[in-house]
């Protein structure tokens, strides 16, 4: 298990006992995430050792759209219309990557 990193200066879009999603930006940077400005969150998932899992955007309709952080390929992590349903979606493909791989 992996904790939360420090949120005391971040907007959290989302939080529950295992994932957390915040606001990254070029000015907040986390982790290399958001410098460049090609990212408005990542997803932290409590329950991994590496913990960020999936990181995105925020469209102008407000979908969030992104894709999964440890794959050394791009795969997408189905589109939401809420944070909460963005880190469901996250879990999901987690899981089914690593079924996937053999893990």
Partial sequence: MSEFPDLSNREVLYKGRRFVMFAVSAERPFDGYGEDGN???VVWDGGDPTGVISYGTVTRQGVFRGALAFSHVDIDVDDAPSP????????????????AIGL
């Fill in 39 to 41: 990212c408005d969150f």
């Fill in 84 to 99: 909460r349903e963005f880190v469901a979606n996250s879990h999901k493909k987690a899981e089914w990557y690593s079924k």
